[in-house]
C-alpha cells in the first residue's frame, strides 16, 4: 500500500518548469552546513548549500524520488543477520500498526483520473511555451508557477497516515524552530525544481516546534490527514496533515 510510485512529471515538463519555486521541517537530523541567517538570507544560503551538495555527487541528485520503501534489504551475511533484518522489519511494521496508523504513497493522493488531466496540463503548457511567440522575461507567463489540481481522495480525510518525503520549510536558520512546513515527494521540489502539484503537496502543522538541519534528509511524517487546502507563496496543498511523529527515512 505504501509504494512510492515516481511523480507524474516527465522529464521534459520538470526542465520546462525549471524556473519555478517554493519553500517547511524537522528534529535533530544528521547536521550539515547551516546557514547562521535566518529568514529570507538564511533560506538562499540553505538552497545554495543544497545546489552545491546535489551537484557534487555528495547526497540525493535533484529530483530523486524516495526509494519504495516495501522491498526487505538485500542479503549481506549470514542468515541469523537476514532473520534479524526481517525481524526488524516486521517488528517495526507491527508498532505502526498497533497506533492504529496507515502507510501511504504518493500516488494514493491522487484520484482517479488525475495523471491523464495532469499530462494534458502539461501539454497545454508546453504547447504555448512551444508556440513560436516565446516568454518575455519579466512577464506575467514568465513567473513561477505549480501545475495541477486540487482534486483529492475524500476517503483519506481523518485518515491516520505515515507517509515519506522531503521538507520544505517556510523560514530557515540555526537556530530556527518549525510548526509548519510542506512536505514533497522529491528531493529539490520548491527550491531548485517546479513544485508539485497541490495535491501531491502537504502542508505538515507540528504540535510541537521542530528543528530542521538537513533539506536533503527524507523523513517519515505521521499524523491525521486532512483534504483540507492550505496556499502559501511558496506553494499551494491540496492536503494537511497534524502531525504526531516524525523519524529519519532509513533508504
Known amino acids: 500500500m505504501y509504494g ?3 511523480l507524474f512529471l516527465s522529464a521534459s515538463a520538470l526542465s520546462l518548469l525549471a524556473f519555478s519555486a517554493c519553500g517547511g521541517p524537522q528534529e535533530d537530523v544528521p547536521d550539515p552546513a547551516i546557514p547562521e541567517q535566518a529568514g529570507s538570507a538564511g533560506l538562499d544560503a540553505a538552497k545554495d548549500a ?8 555528495d547526497g540525493p541528485q535533484i529530483g530523486d524520488r524516495i526509494p519504495d520503501p516495501a522491498p526487505a534489504a538485500e542479503p549481506s551475511g549470514s542468515e541469523s543477520s537476514i532473520a534479524q533484518a526481517g525481524a ?5 511494521a507491527d508498532a505502526v500498526a498497533a497506533r492504529g496508523v496507515t502507510e501511504i504513497g504518493w500516488e494514493e493522493l491522487m484520484p482517479e483520473g488525475e495523471e491523464e488531466r495532469l499530462a494534458e496540463m502539461y501539454q497545454a503548457q508546453m504547447a504555448m511555451l512551444y508556440s513560436g511567440s516565446g516568454v518575455a ?3 506575467a507567463a514568465d513567473q513561477a508557477i505549480q501545475i495541477g489540481t486540487f482534486n483529492t481522495v475524500k476517503e483519506l480525510d481523518g485518515m491516520k497516515v505515515r ?5 520544505v520549510p517556510f523560514e530557515y536558520g540555526k537556530d530556527a524552530n518549525i ?3 510542506l512536505l514533497v515527494p522529491y528531493y529539490g521540489a520548491c527550491l531548485h525544481a517546479p513544485p508539485p502539484p497541490p495535491n501531491q503537496t502537504v502542508f505538515v502543522k507540528a504540535e510541537k516546534e521542530i528543528k530542521l538541519k538537513d533539506l536533503s534528509q527524507a523523513v517519515w511524517i505521521e499524523g491525521t490527514l486532512r483534504t483540507q487546502t492550505q496556499t502559501s507563496d511558496l506553494a499551494d496543498a491540496a492536503y494537511t496533515i497534524e ?3 516524525w523519524e529519519v527515512y532509513e533508504y
Open 179 to 181: 510548526r509548519e512546513f
Open 4 to 6: 512510492m510510485k515516481a
Open 88 to 92: 526488524e522489519e516486521k517488528a517495526k
Open 243 to 245: 502531525m504526531t511523529n
Open 163 to 167: 507517509l515519506p518525503g522531503y521538507t
Open 50 to 57: 543544497i545546489l552545491a551538495k546535489a551537484e557534487s555527487g
Open 137 to 139: 522575461e519579466g512577464s
